[in-house]
């Protein structure tokens, strides 16, 4: 009866560790990402110091000391990544803006591969965006663009997902499970691209 008792109880032990192995959630590495345009800089946003010399909007997404997003601190990403000397997050031309009149910004250029959640928001006050993962050789070579449409050519790009469009001050939480390689992040809403809205990212090993 008793060795009968410990079958039965070690059986019961070794489902329950299965189903808890199983139902255990897989690690995931969480990027925040913003999508910006002019508009969202004329309005002010909807941090503390994002105008002013106070901290920076983003917190510790590169803010400088004593620099809000457009003060004086050292540049967060700058037009392919991070800014060197000055501008905050807005100034200087290698600020959070870049060199275009639109970008995609984000809190870590760098990700382990596996399984990364993208928390997107718009920014814009007015104008809608969108992001689109796209798998690349090269942070640096032009995605094939159609200068008739204002758009990279979608059937041409590996795509490793998208968030679709995102209103002005939208959100959505895009989660995709990347290999390690190089990845642009960008918008391709017709002529956003061509813009600025490109933003690399590395997916380590």
């Known amino acids: 009866?008793?060795?009968?008792?410990?079958?039965?109880?070690?059986?019961?032990?070794?489902?329950?560790?299965t189903i808890g192995s199983a139902g255990a959630a897989e690690p995931t590495t969480m990027v925040r990402v913003v999508l910006l345009d002019m508009t969202a800089v004329a309005s002010g946003g909807a941090g503390v110091g994002m105008m002013g010399y106070g901290p920076g909007?983003?917190?510790?997404?590169?803010a400088g000391p004593g620099g809000g997003m457009m003060g004086y601190g050292q540049g967060m990403m700058g037009p392919w990544g991070p800014g060197p000397g000055g501008g905050g997050m807005m100034g200087g031309g290698m600020g959070?803006?870049?060199?275009?009149?639109?970008?995609?910004r984000?809190?870590?250029?760098?990700?382990?591969?596996?399984?990364?959640?993208?928390?997107?928001?718009?920014?814009?006050?007015s104008v809608v965006h969108e992001l689109i993962v796209v798998a690349v050789d090269s942070a640096t070579a032009p995605l094939p663009y159609d200068y008739n449409s204002w758009r990279v050519v979608e059937d041409q790009i590996v795509r490793?997902?998208?968030?679709?469009?995102?209103?002005?001050?939208?959100?959505?939480?895009?989660?995709?499970?990347?290999?390690?390689?190089?990845?642009?992040?960008?918008?391709?809403v017709a002529g956003h691209y061509a813009?600025?809205?490109?933003?690399?990212?590395?997916v380590t090993p």
């Open 106 to 125: 984000a809190d870590r250029d760098s990700v382990p591969a596996g399984t990364i959640t993208f928390d997107v928001t718009n920014w814009s006050r």
């Open 57 to 62: 909007m983003m917190g510790p997404w590169g």
């Open 1 to 17: 009866m008793a060795s009968r008792v410990r079958g039965g109880l070690a059986a019961l032990f070794l489902v329950v560790a």
């Open 195 to 202: 813009a600025g809205m490109a933003l690399p990212l590395t």
């Open 96 to 104: 959070m803006m870049g060199h275009g009149m639109m970008a995609v």
């Open 160 to 188: 490793a997902g998208d968030s679709g469009e995102l209103s002005p001050s939208a959100s959505k939480t895009l989660e995709l499970k990347l290999a390690p390689g190089t990845y642009l992040l960008i918008c391709n």
